[in-house]
């Protein structure tokens, strides 16, 4: 089993940024792969970023240039800087973590951006 929590949502208008945060517990040794999704209401969940199985990066398409994942393994934390936000950002965002056979989610954490 994995644990995962996540923080730093909230509202922000246009333009400003925000820092997310995934601290996952439990089987840590075992995972290979994070990434963050996102779900706006009435849709579905999509990728934002994410951190493969060889420590390379993926981004969307619609957030590259603004936002950045990152890690500290020490911490077992994987954080999203997010910059230049737009109101389409707004959505759910959720923390996922793969290990072999499993896929776990976090609870998620709203970010809002007013235009």
């Known amino acids: 089993q994995v644990q995962l929590v996540e923080s730093g949502g909230g509202l922000v208008q246009a333009g400003e940024s925000l820092r997310l945060s995934c601290a996952a517990s439990?089987?840590?040794?075992?995972?290979?792969?994070m990434a963050w999704y996102r779900q706006a209401p009435g849709k579905q969940r999509d990728l934002v970023a994410t951190?493969?199985?060889?420590?390379?990066?993926k981004y969307a398409d619609s957030v590259k240039g603004r936002f950045t994942i990152s890690r500290d393994n020490a911490k077992n934390t994987v954080y999203l800087q997010m910059n230049s936000l737009k109101p389409e950002d707004t959505a759910v965002y959720y923390c996922?973590?793969?290990?072999?056979?499993?896929?776990?989610w976090g609870q998620g954490t709203q970010v809002t951006v007013s235009s």
């Open positions: 996922n973590a793969a290990i072999p056979h499993a896929f776990y």
């Open positions: 439990g089987r840590t040794d075992s995972i290979y792969a």
């Open positions: 951190f493969t199985s060889d420590g390379s990066t």
